[in-house]
């Protein structure tokens, strides 16, 4: 299969999975109800109306870093549009800063408790610095590292779509719905980092 059919494909499931997130959380659950239902122990400091607003924010700009990132791994944009690519790259870098920080507000609350904040915390913090070591290679002309610092921090725009996807597969067998999400934000992490390894290697042997 040629690259370009996998990036036909790549931005055919982007294009799905933006309009199932937009129509999941501003349509059919925009009180995140379900969500909400399934937390216990919350933090006094907890205000619906707030944490509501800025998870609108965090699902939009998230939606945002997915379709930027998703049309900057282009060939023929990254070398006949240099200056939409790089502009489209900073869009993506601001995207991916403003997920790290409402997702920051929000790791508190988190499902879990600190065992699940933790990770979240942790991702707020490197998922940036990808972005940036990204940027910095391609300022550099180091174009292989460059690319591969954003497809490693690209598959972390799937964070949610791997929590859900192995939490629900747990919650479904019967495991508890705080215990499935748990294992959800750890296992995604290890997904997300094996999955994008594997697409360098992949690329590596096809040059």
């Known amino acids: 299969m040629s690259i370009r059919t996998l990036y036909k494909m790549l931005l055919l ?7 199932y997130t937009f129509v999941d959380n501003y349509i059919l659950d925009n009180r995140a109800s379900f969500f909400l239902e399934q937390k216990i122990d919350l933090r006094d400091s907890f205000h619906l109306p707030v ?8 699902v939009f700009v998230a939606c945002l870093a997915t379709l930027s990132g998703a049309v900057n791994f282009s060939r023929g944009l990254a070398w006949h549009k240099r200056k939409f690519h790089r502009i489209n790259g900073y869009v993506y870098a601001v995207s991916v800063m403003l997920v790290s920080l409402t997702s920051g507000y929000l790791a508190p609350y988190a499902t879990g408790g600190k065992l699940v904040s933790v ?5 707020n913090l490197f998922w940036p610095i990808m972005v940036a070591a990204a940027i910095i290679h391609a300022r550099k002309g180091r174009l292989d ?3 591969n610092w954003m497809i490693r921090s690209y598959l972390f725009c799937f964070t949610n779509m791997f929590i859900h996807l192995i939490s629900d597969v747990l919650y479904k067998a019967g495991v ?11 296992g995604s992490i290890v997904v997300n980092l094996v999955i994008a390894e594997s697409i360098i290697r992949f690329l590596r042997r096809r040059r």
């Open 51 to 58: 944490w509501l607003d800025v998870m609108y924010v965090h």
């Open 176 to 186: 508890g719905y705080t215990q499935s999400y748990t294992i959800g934000v750890y």
């Open 145 to 147: 590292k460059h690319q």
């Open 13 to 19: 499931f982007v294009s799905i999975y933006i309009i």
């Open 119 to 123: 990770p979240f915390n942790l991702v």
